[in-house]
């Protein structure tokens, strides 16, 4: 079975640190291109940030860039998610996702998620 | 304010067909393949249509999709109360620098 795992959310303080892991498995993992892409309590989705198979290539959302890192380990089958300086705002969903098809065009296979919450 | 903008809500009765569209630019529908999502309550998205108008495997024919310049627009028809959920178009956008857009979704009740 295909599959995506996340984990590492929780609970943090506001200006605190927080890395979020997606482990993947019936797939091979370093074939494929993947993002990450999280969702606000009542609000829509909002894509965060994307690494190629070989990690060569790698975007960033703007509202993001330069409190986040995204890495993977394609030995271990496994996605990150290096978040920093956290404010209220990045309380939500972390999905880790998988890009596929001719371009990387659509995610076609999705986590069940992981909270994060930033308290102040 | 989504880069890509759906109607927040639509409706229709079971049985019914409805059209929910996606509007954006030439940087993002424009220039790229369009897909669409479908999140049940408390679920994951799940992935109904890739490259404007191609299904993945599993995903039935009651569910289409078509692109047309800068807009894309989603179709369901036999509407099924499982179908009630929320929709999302997303897209690559290459304004000044690559990255992901997703539309603000929208809501679709099966009254």
């Known amino acids: 079975e295909v599959k995506l795992v996340e984990s590492g959310g929780g609970l943090v303080q506001s200006g605190g640190s927080l890395r979020l892991s997606c482990a993947a498995s019936?797939?091979?993992?370093?074939?494929?291109?993947m993002n990450w892409v999280r969702q606000a309590p009542g609000r829509g989705l909002e894509w965060l940030t994307y690494i190629s198979d070989s990690s060569t290539t790698i975007y960033y959302a703007d509202s993001v860039k330069g409190r986040i890192t995204i890495s993977r380990d394609n030995a271990k089958n496994s996605l990150y998610l290096q978040m920093n300086s956290l404010r209220d705002e990045d309380t939500a969903v972390y999905y880790c996702a998988r890009t596929d098809y001719t371009d990387d065009d659509a995610f076609d296979i999705w986590g069940q998620g992981t909270m994060v919450s930033v308290s102040s | 304010q989504s880069v890509l903008a759906q109607p927040p809500s639509v409706s229709a009765a079971p049985g019914q067909k409805v059209t929910i569209s996606c509007s954006g630019s030439r940087s993002n529908i424009g220039d790229n393949y369009v897909s669409w999502y479908q999140q049940l309550p408390g679920t994951a998205p799940k992935l109904l249509i890739y490259?404007?108008?191609k299904r993945p495997s599993g995903i039935p024919d009651r569910f289409s999709g078509s692109k047309s310049g800068t807009s894309a627009t989603l179709g369901i028809t036999g509407l099924q109360t499982g179908d009630e959920a929320d929709y999302y178009c997303g897209t690559w956008d290459n304004s000044l620098s690559v990255h992901w857009v997703f539309g603000g979704g929208t809501k679709l009740t099966v009254l």
């Open positions: 490259e404007n108008n």
């Open positions: 019936g797939f091979t993992f370093s074939s494929y291109s």
